[in-house]
T-cell receptor, first 112, second 115 residues
Framework: GQQLNQSPQSMFIQEGEDVSMNCTSSSIFNTWLWYKQDPGEGPVLLIALYKAGELTSNGRLTAQFGITRKDSFLNISASIPSDVGIYFCAGQRFGANSKLTFGKGITLSVRP | DTAVSQTPKYLVTQMGNDKSIKCEQNLGHDTMYWYKQDSKKFLKIMFSYNNKELIINETVPNRFSPKSPDKAHLNLHINSLELGDSAVYFC??????????????FGPGTRLTVL
């Protein structure tokens, strides 16, 4: 089945730095979502994107729906320690019966 | 609080037992899901119900049987538990058909350990 590729598996940054993560696929998706998962918790929706080229912000987070519909990226600016967690991208293809395909996630560590 | 809730949070049991996990959402959503997250944190859809009707049934052993008594509840019953069933199981919900169909909201998870 189609996969969403997220790499690297882990990222380590200094507090205050900006970080960018991307998510790519060989298939076209018509919806892209970004989730964050804290240890021992369920994933929390950060940003949802519905149109190719769409750029959406949520506080220090900005995400974009790639123009080819095969990728999306998430930027976190001025990172803080509570940004630590696993960031998942998820996508839905047209007609996929609301099924989301998830990437394998990127574990972000922020050094104080 | 409006949320997706699951019980129990932790479940430790012996191989061969039968167990159930319950999920409830008070978000007024019409679609609910079960996901399995393995030790590598990979999230995989198992089942989805829309208005009590099964709409997604991935390749899951038939020892797993979901049941949705109403659109606010989705339970997961597992028969003859195996070691490989150990994982975190997440329930999620969304409202399909109003444009924002895929904004799925997740519960806190149930960590199942099979000994």
């Amino acid at each position: 089945g189609q996969q969403l590729n997220q790499s690297p598996q882990s990222m380590f940054i200094q507090e205050g730095e900006d970080v960018s993560m991307n998510c790519t696929s060989s298939s076209i998706f018509n919806t892209w979502l970004w989730y964050k998962q804290d240890p021992g918790e369920g994933p929390v929706l950060l940003i949802a994107l519905y149109k190719a080229g769409e750029l959406t912000s949520n506080g220090r987070l900005t995400a974009q729906f790639g123009i080819t519909r095969k990728d999306s990226f998430l930027n976190i600016s001025a990172s803080i320690p509570s940004d630590v967690g696993i960031y998942f991208c998820a996508g839905q293809r047209f007609g996929a019966n609301s099924k989301l395909t998830f990437g394998k996630g990127i574990t972000l560590s922020v050094r104080p | 609080d409006t949320a997706v809730s699951q019980t129990p949070k932790y479940l430790v049991t012996q191989m061969g037992n039968d167990k159930s996990i319950k999920c409830e959402q008070n978000l007024g959503h019409d679609t609910m899901y079960w996901y399995k997250q393995d030790s590598k944190k990979f999230l995989k859809i198992m089942f989805s119900y829309n208005n009590k009707e099964l709409i997604i049934n991935e390749t899951v052993p038939n020892r797993f049987s979901p049941k949705s008594p109403d659109k606010a509840h989705l339970n997961l019953h597992i028969n003859s538990l195996e070691l490989g069933d150990s994982a975190v199981y997440f329930c999620a919900s969304s409202q399909v058909g109003r444009g924002r169909t895929n904004e799925q909201f997740f519960g806190p998870g149930t960590r199942l350990t099979v000994l």
